[in-house]
């Protein structure tokens, strides 16, 4: 004899808790949406009658019955651990505001044109797209529609709003903190054409610049852990070999690290890695990455603010970008090189590997 599956229980309705409080239906919908109509005393009965049956008010069907829905579209790519922690932080500020967001993925299967898509289906009134590789004029064509905010990646547009961290300042933070510590021969892993890479690209030249260095050394990266693998076999064939490293993001980091145990070199004794994020990836005990922190809190927090503010009619500011200042978390994957790993006295010859051919920023 076969058994019946476990049904779910029913989902309690305005309708229950009316018969419950001994009410009508209409009036137990202005209590539930908190508006004038109802007494104290009507009010009390029917919230513990909603109390007693479990009743939670739908908000989205409240939202799609409404003119406005209060619902705010995120974009974001599966592969960044950081956008996690942003992901965290617009949450915590919609919710604030007394607005819900509707999350759509990017993943290698689904590019970022099917994830907007879904998102403007689902009646978003704005969107927050976090690192974005679209083409500046489909962001401003989203931005005629509807307010659109772009979170980590400098954006030439008049009418989309951009809240980022200064990219080209966190990779100097970086590169100062390994020169302090004494180390000369510095090389970066690159983010090829993802987003901020180009600024990062640029600060490490300036500050290697600043510090008379002037053997840069920029590898091919990525945002993987296979990427970063991928760049730490290179970084190990050049010659002479760095002592340090700045790599794109924490989890192209990763990688590096894996490879540099995996063939012995010890970190950070024969060299020192530096990330970029401080992801919750970077905090982990076993990783304690060395990294360029991002202000994930405050950047959210600006971002929902300043597209609720687009949705209430203020007028655009002047700058419509928006640059948060990043800090350094040291951890234990820096530390001052060897004594017998320091750049000899006297003129330093070029890496074999030679300066690569860098990638335009995007449009």
Same mark, same amino acid.
Do not use: W
């Given at each position: ?9 029913? +989902? ?24 004038? &109509? ?11 009658? $909603? ?26 790519? /599966? ?51 976090? &690192? ?42 970086? /590169? ?21 890479? $180009? ?7 300036? $500050? ?32 002479? +070999? ?18 540099? +145990? ?25 990783? $304690? ?48 090189? +060897? ?25």
């Amino acid at each position: 004899m076969t058994q019946e599956p476990p049904t779910r229980p029913r +989902r309690a309705t305005l309708a229950d808790v009316a018969a419950r409080a001994g009410v009508s239906v209409p009036l137990v919908s202005i209590v539930m949406r908190d508006v004038p &109509g109802a007494s104290d005393a009507t009010r009390e009965r029917v919230k513990k009658a $909603a109390d007693e049956l479990g009743y939670r008010p739908d908000s989205r069907a409240r939202m799609l019955r409404s003119s406005r829905t209060q619902l705010i579209g995120v974009v974001f790519g /599966v592969q960044h651990p950081f956008h996690g922690d942003l992901v965290s932080g617009l949450y915590s500020a919609a919710d604030a505001a007394g607005y819900e967001l509707a999350l759509s993925a990017v993943t290698p299967g689904r590019n970022e044109e099917r994830a907007v898509a879904s998102l403007l289906q689902d009646r978003c009134e704005a969107l927050i797209l976090l &690192g974005p590789t679209l083409p500046t004029t489909e962001l401003a064509n989203l931005a005629d529609r509807m307010p659109v905010l772009v979170v980590a990646r400098p954006v030439r547009s008049r009418v989309v709003d951009v809240v980022r961290t200064d990219d080209a300042a966190g990779i100097q933070l970086a /590169v100062d903190h390994l020169a302090e510590l004494g180390h000369s021969r510095i090389a970066h892993i690159d983010g090829g054409r993802a987003p901020g890479a $180009a600024e990062r690209r640029r600060g490490y030249r300036e $500050a290697l610049d600043r510090h008379g260095l002037d053997d840069a050394l920029i590898l091919p990266g990525g945002l993987t852990e296979d990427d970063g693998a991928a760049a730490a076999r290179r970084l190990l064939a050049a010659s002479p +070999r760095p002592t340090a490293v700045t790599v794109f993001n924490d989890r192209c980091a990763t990688g590096v690290l894996d490879v540099l +145990r995996r063939e012995g070199v010890s970190v950070p004794g024969e060299m020192s890695v530096v990330g970029f994020d401080d992801s919750s990836l970077a905090r982990l005990s076993h990783v $304690a990455l060395t990294t360029v922190a991002q202000d994930a809190e405050r950047i959210t927090a600006l971002a929902v603010s300043r597209v609720i503010a687009r949705l209430d009619g203020h007028p655009a500011p002047d700058e419509r970008e928006q640059v948060i200042a990043p800090h350094l978390v040291v951890r234990s994957t820096t530390a001052p090189p +060897r004594p017998g790993l320091r750049r000899p006295a006297g003129p330093h010859p070029a890496c074999d590997a030679g300066p690569l051919p860098l990638p335009g920023p995007l449009g």
